[in-house]
Nanobody
Framework: VQLQASGGGLVQAGGSLRLSCTHS????????MGWFRQAPGKEREFVAS????????DTGSSVKGRFTISGDNAKNTVYLEMNSLKVEDTAVYSC????????????WGQGTLVTVSS
């Protein structure tokens, strides 16, 4: 499993960013892909997930209504559209894979830094 995340950067509060995560390698075992984030001094937090079989999505309460996850099956890529960004959204965002038969995300890509300025 190889995960390549991109799209992070610096944005002003109220702005938008779109993150992408492409899954290469053995993808047939992938049930879902998700985004997590970790801010300095804080625990990792679930952001959103996308299930390939039916497009079902889950979104964390702190970003619900502002962030949207979507997937492109042909490209093995999930996107995280982030709108109305807040300073507290600043974090390293990482994508991960939930494989069939597993109960938690256990394959991780490198993170991409999102910085929201006031």
């Amino acid at each position: 499993v190889q995960l390549q995340a991109s799209g992070g950067g610096l944005v002003q509060a109220g702005g938008s960013l779109r993150l992408s995560c492409t899954h290469s390698g053995r993808t047939v075992n992938t049930r879902s892909m998700g985004w997590f984030r970790q801010a300095p001094g804080k625990e990792r937090e679930f952001v959103a997930s996308f299930r390939w079989s039916d497009g079902h999505t889950d979104t964390g309460s702190s970003v619900k209504g502002r962030f949207t996850i979507s997937g492109d099956n042909a490209k093995n890529t999930v996107y995280l559209e982030m709108n109305s960004l807040k300073v507290e959204d600043t974090a390293v965002y990482s994508c991960a894979v939930l494989r069939y038969g597993r109960s938690s995300f256990d394959r991780w890509g490198q993170g991409t830094l999102v910085t929201v300025s006031s």
